[in-house]
């Protein structure tokens, strides 16, 4: 029997089902097997475009961007803490990281804002610590390295290198409260060599009773300078 043109044309029927099932379109929601929901946009039978996602265990929200199941784009993700939903972070996303500029909320009175990259602080950034001191500077791989000012609750402050987290380099310890500047290199968080020198120390909120003596080494310039390349 010859094949007619209708019969040429048609298609199993499970191309038909699977094309049925395609989750596409907008606003279109889902509930997973393990209880989390996505309310949102669809595409390929994948999240993509604008959308809500709920995680059942955990109470976690994100909303905002996605691409092929991906949080990308510009999103905000919030948490459960003490039974409350709370911002957390918000900003730019990459294949489900934070990524580019936005904002991570650790604690009421603790938080970063500035650059990332794979889910991790890198660029520049500054950050508020809970005990009222800031860092703000550059940063590498969730640390401070680089070039950073970091500013103490009590307006004492450091500007310098940084590496692993840690004072690295040559800098400028500014002790605001004697009137005193420490220039010099460090090394893991400890000053190694430099000099001491008092400015404006009349109006220092506490300077030491006794000014600091006079340098009389010779060419001290040239002795800090030696110093520093021993230690690195």
């Known amino acids: 029997m010859p094949i ?43 999240k993509n475009g604008k959308g809500n996602q709920i995680w059942r265990k955990t109470g976690a929200v994100y909303d905002g961007d996605w691409k092929d199941d991906n949080r990308h784009g510009y999103g905000v993700y919030s948490v459960m803490r003490s039974g409350i939903l709370v911002k957390e972070y918000a900003g730019g996303w990459k294949n489900d990281k934070k990524h580019g500029y936005g904002t991570n909320y650790y604690s009421t009175d603790e938080y970063y804002e500035g650059e990332w990259y794979a889910g991790k602080r890198s660029g520049w950034g500054r950050m508020y610590y809970s005990d009222g001191s800031v860092y703000e500077g550059e940063w590498y791989n969730d640390q401070c390295h680089g070039n950073g000012l970091l500013r103490l609750a009590n307006n004492n402050r450091f500007e310098g290198s940084w590496a692993n987290n840690m004072k690295n380099g040559t800098g400028k310890f500014i002790f605001l409260d004697k009137g005193q500047t420490l220039s010099g290199h460090w090394k893991d968080d400890i000053a190694k060599c430099g000099s001491l020198e008092d400015f404006d120390r009349e109006h220092a909120p506490s300077p030491p009773v006794f000014p600091i003596p006079q340098c009389t080494v010779m060419n001290p310039a040239n002795v800090l300078k030696k110093a520093a390349e021993e230690l690195t």
């Open 4 to 46: 007619t043109k209708t019969q040429k044309k048609r298609e199993p029927l499970w191309k038909e089902w699977d094309r049925l099932a395609q989750k596409k379109g907008v606003h279109h929601a889902v509930l997973t097997t393990t209880g989390d929901t996505y309310t949102g946009d669809w595409y390929d039978n994948k």
